[in-house]
């Protein structure tokens, strides 16, 4: 017996709605066989982990406080990801982003005024674009793989940050914590549930989610996007310029990644910080391909996978596990989900014996 | 025999084997089935050692999944593989080959940078040493009159060289049954004939050989039998050499092909549309050819044809027309009049000209997204398939006017490009820009591949455009597409055109030779015809 892969005439839609289900079943059950495999009632783990943080209303407004960048900086990735450019650099962008940001607004902290505000967003998405910029440039002009040069400079931009809050922009006031002075009111994003830590950047969050879905569906430029992505050639063709939409590609999901760099210093943390991301920019990659590179799809994609990070720490705070099992189901999920997607364009198939064992050196 | 067409030496190399010969591979009921759609539906089929069998069939009648059957690569649903007399099981290729049955492909399956030794060594999988293998290489060629270098590096071969390195790999498996998929769609004439040669050799020891061609006069000269497929299903059996190629063609589209229609000759008054003027163009790679000072003046009316064997400068020449390589000088293209040389795809295309490229699949069209989509591909400079930005429905109309008109069968009303047969999709991407109906066509090798009753409608399509004033340009290596369908003809040869000649006044033989590159030392382009 033997199992083999069949090419399918057309992608299966039904497929495509299945392939995510099928992966977050597939995350399930390692993750039961985890949790058993350390001595944990699997059902038990599995509640404390995934059903648990959404039983109070904190909770929920936690998921969504951290849906936010995810769901931001995923569409970006998507498209970029349709176009076939592989930035996996987020995380660099929404570190540089919020560095710019928050530079406009430690620079003009007095300023009591309702631009200051705009300002620092306008600045954090340009931060973002700037550094996604230059392995846009270096693709196209030296043909450098993007996936390296992309996520080198995310290292750089933190270390950069991290140098930042330790010396020239540590508050001078912080007992010499690594910490930059703590936002003045005008430079913190307003809230949108008084009381909890949900700010308007989940607004921004649904707004591109809206903006790209029509986008990609209905204009001229989602269509190049999809015929540069799907095949270079038939592109140049049709009279696309594969340069000028891989500088588009970067630039946008480089923009919003500093807006959602940016939104998360001034709504969720209140000043700069050594690490001020669990890993948004990477988890993102995942949360655009559960969602199927699709704007709808990546906004349920990104409530999933905050519940990860909600999920880590209750583990580790009900049952004593390490928080480095979000990043275990992070990774399951973005394997299986991968994986899974093969069944899109191939139909499984088991083939009777094969007695000679030879089928390697077949030429099909 | 009435139709002895234009091959002057239509003989009787089609030598009878002895019908005393043994059965050698017998189908019986072999069935695919893929979903609900019967590939190849109880085919019985047999061929004795000795015999050139040809197997005939519009695209999509089963001719590929059936010989991939026979080869492993596709596991039959039903019914019965018999070799040398007893049922056989075939796995895959490996056991294929292991059995003596060996194949050639269409499309060729070596490495560009290793040699013609490495190449197929890999193929043999490590049982020979390098330098025996080289030898037998050389003896192998030798005998076969294919002859080879085994030390040259395939990149620097020619398709025709190419080929015989994979009928030569092939050979050194000591087969008793060779499979050919369309081994001559990318030879010269001169090159079929050596072709021919080595397969009159190798059923005189016995090999039987199973031949699918889309040329039937080829088939005619050179099968002893014939087995016709339509719609997955045997529809008939016979000798080619008492059918004339329009019977043939007949019994695999099931009705009569017609021959495409000049309703009247070309003008020779009407004004120049498409006009090269001394069309340079540097090398894009290593293994790219260069454009040297090319001249070309096509009229309104007229169909110009550009023969020459695969790889001279055909993909260049189509990427500077096209304007997916844009030229340095602008002068060097004039499109109706204005000079186009500089200008983008896109602007080329307002100027009223039309490109079919010769890949279908991943440059004519997308092979992820539907018909209506691919129709925005090229068209999404007219209003009502793109506004402001947006995409509007006339693209699902287009399209459904290019399925209707051209008659492309397809499986639902907007499917994906990729599960449209060749044909099919050959059909729907010539249709496209001839719906437009652009002043200029330019299209590289329209019916490559494609069924004579798809090629038939193409060809008369390409026409019939030409005759309501536009100027058709047709690089194609199809001598009878080139015959059939051009007023005027001309020859790449190393990235250079001869000057073109009038179809009428000029031969085969005269087009083969321009096409070897013999008479080509520049004055000796015109001299030929």
């Known amino acids: 017996m033997r199992l083999e892969l069949v090419r399918r005439p057309e992608q299966s839609r039904r497929m495509a709605m299945l392939s995510p289900l099928l992966a977050i079943a597939l995350t399930l059950v390692s993750g039961a066989i985890l949790f058993a495999a350390l001595g944990h009632d699997p059902v038990r783990a599995l509640g404390v982990y995934f059903i648990e943080p959404l039983t109070t209303s904190w909770s929920v407004q936690e998921l969504l406080v951290k849906a936010t960048p995810l769901v931001m900086i995923a569409v970006g990735l998507a498209i970029c990801y349709l176009s076939n450019n592989w930035n996996i650099g987020a995380e660099g962008q929404f570190t540089f982003g919020a560095i710019a940001g928050s530079g406009v607004a430690l620079s003009l902290n007095s300023w009591d005024s309702g631009l200051l505000l705009p300002l620092m967003l306008v600045a954090g998405i340009l931060g973002g674009m700037a550094w996604a910029a230059i392995p846009a440039f270096l693709k196209t002009r030296f043909n450098t793989n993007e996936i390296l040069t992309s996520l080198m400079l995310v290292y750089v931009a933190q270390l950069l940050l991290d140098w930042l809050v330790r010396g020239p922009w540590r508050d001078p006031g912080g007992y010499n914590f690594p910490e930059s002075e703590v936002f003045s009111d005008a430079a913190t994003m307003p809230l949108l549930i008084a009381g909890s830590r949900l700010h308007i950047g989940a607004v921004f969050a649904v707004l591109a989610v809206v903006v790209a879905a029509i986008m990609l569906g209905a204009t001229l430029k989602g269509f190049e996007i999809r015929v540069l992505g799907q095949a270079p050639k038939a592109g140049s063709f049709a009279g696309f310029s594969r340069t000028r939409l891989t500088v588009f590609a970067f630039l946008l999901s480089g923009g919003l990644a500093g807006l959602a760099g940016i939104s998360e210093v001034s709504g969720t943390i209140g000043q700069l910080r050594p690490t001020i991301s669990p890993g948004y920019g990477f988890a993102a990659i995942i949360v655009a391909f559960l969602g199927r590179l699709n704007p709808i799809g990546i906004l349920v994609a990104g409530l999933l996978l905050a519940l990860s990070y909600l999920g880590g720490e209750a583990a580790q705070v009900s049952l004593g596990i390490s928080d480095k099992i979000t990043k275990v189901f992070q990774g399951m999920l973005l394997i299986y989900v991968l994986a899974c997607d093969t069944f899109i364009l191939y139909r499984p198939r088991l083939v009777r014996a094969n007695p000679t064992g030879e089928a390697a050196h077949g030429r099909a | ?529």
């Open chain 2, 1 to 529: 025999m009435n139709a002895e067409a234009r091959h002057t030496d239509t003989g009787s190399e089609a030598a009878k084997p002895a019908n005393s010969q043994p059965t050698l591979l017998e189908a019986r009921g072999l069935t695919k089935a893929f979903g609900d759609f019967l590939a190849c539906d109880h085919i019985d089929f047999s061929i004795r050692r000795g015999e050139i069998h040809a197997l005939l069939g519009e695209n999509g009648a089963g001719k590929s999944t059936f010989v991939k059957m026979l080869y492993g690569a596709l596991q039959p649903t039903s019914g019965e593989i018999r070799w040398k007399g007893e049922p056989v099981s075939i796995d895959n290729p490996a056991t294929a080959r292991r059995l003596g049955i060996g194949m050639v492909f269409q499309h060729f399956s070596l490495f560009d940078v290793l040699t013609v030794a490495e190449n197929i060594a890999l193929a043999l999988a490590g049982k020979v040493g390098p330098g025996a293998l080289a030898e037998r290489i050389r003896t192998v060629s030798r005998d076969y009159g294919l002859p080879l270098d085994p030390m040259s590096i395939v990149a620097d071969l020619s398709v025709g060289e190419r080929q015989r390195v994979e009928i030569v790999r092939c050979l050194l498996q000591e087969p008793d049954l060779i499979i050919m998929d369309e081994p001559t769609s990318v030879l010269t004439p001169h090159e079929a004939e050596d072709l021919f040669r080595t397969l009159a050799r190798l059923t005189g020891e016995g090999v039987a050989i199973l031949y699918i061609s889309h040329r039937l006069e080829e088939v005619k000269r050179l099968c002893h039998a014939a087995t016709i497929l339509r719609h997955g299903k045997v529809v008939g059996s016979c000798d080619p050499a008492g059918e004339t190629p329009a019977s043939l063609a007949r019994m695999m589209v099931g009705a009569d092909v017609r021959e495409v229609r000049h309703r009247e000759q070309a003008r020779l008054d009407m004004p120049v549309r498409l006009e090269l003027k001394h069309l340079s163009l540097p090398p894009a790679g290593p293994f790219s050819v260069p454009l040297v000072e090319i001249d070309l003046a096509v009229r309104g009316g007229e169909v110009v044809a550009i023969a020459g064997v695969a790889g001279n400068g055909q993909g260049e020449l189509f990427d500077a027309l096209s304007g997916e390589r844009p030229l340095h000088d602008r002068g060097a293209l004039v499109i109706d009049g204005h000079e186009a040389g500089r200008m983008s795809v896109g602007a080329r295309r307002r100027l009223g000209a039309a490109f079919v490229p010769e890949e279908r699949l991943g440059h004519a069209a997308v092979p992820g997204l539907k018909l209506s989509e691919n129709v925005v591909l090229t068209r999404h400079g007219e209003h009502h398939v793109v506004r402001g930005g947006f995409l509007k429905g006339g693209a699902r109309a287009i399209a459904d006017r290019v399925v209707e008109s051209f008659d492309v069968r397809k499986s639902h009303r907007d499917p994906e490009a990729r599960s449209l047969s060749g044909g099919n999709l050959q059909k729907f991407v010539v249709g496209r820009e001839i719906d437009r109906q652009p002043g200029v066509l330019v299209v590289s090798q329209p019916t490559w591949g494609v069924d004579a009753g798809a090629s038939a409608d193409i060809r008369q399509a390409l026409v019939d455009l030409a005759r309501a004033g536009s100027a058709v340009l047709v690089i194609s290596q199809d001598l009878d597409e080139i015959f059939e369908v051009a007023d005027r003809i001309a020859v790449v040869s190393r990235g250079r055109l001869s000057a073109p000649v009038p179809a009428a006044t000029t031969s085969r033989d005269d087009i083969g030779l321009l096409m070897g590159g013999i008479g080509h030392g520049g004055e000796g382009a015109s001299d030929a015809a």
